[in-house]
């Protein structure tokens, strides 16, 4: 997910929940930790793993949960 596009941290101030809308945005709509995670962990439930986005003191990424480590696994 993170070499679709190079990081933006100013971002655009858009905040989509919908990982086509991220995906399909232009380059200068996109590149904040919050589209990663989002985009991610969206991917990630759609390929059938247990998946959910974290929201951090001022950062936002993806768990995935591991049947073989019977514990949530942070994806930044």
């Known amino acids: 997910m993170r070499r679709q596009w190079p990081c933006n941290d100013a971002g655009s101030g858009v905040r989509t929940w919908d990982a086509i809308e991220i995906l399909s945005a232009p380059p200068n709509m996109h590149g904040m930790c919050?589209?990663?995670?989002t985009a991610?962990?969206?991917c990630a439930l759609a390929l059938g793993f247990v998946a959910r986005p974290i929201v951090l003191t001022n950062h936002f990424v993806a768990d995935v949960w591991s049947?073989?480590?019977r514990t949530w696994v942070?994806?930044?």
């Open 67 to 69: 049947n073989e480590h």
């Open 74 to 76: 942070l994806m930044d």
């Open 40 to 42: 991610f962990s969206q």
């Open 34 to 37: 919050v589209h990663f995670a």
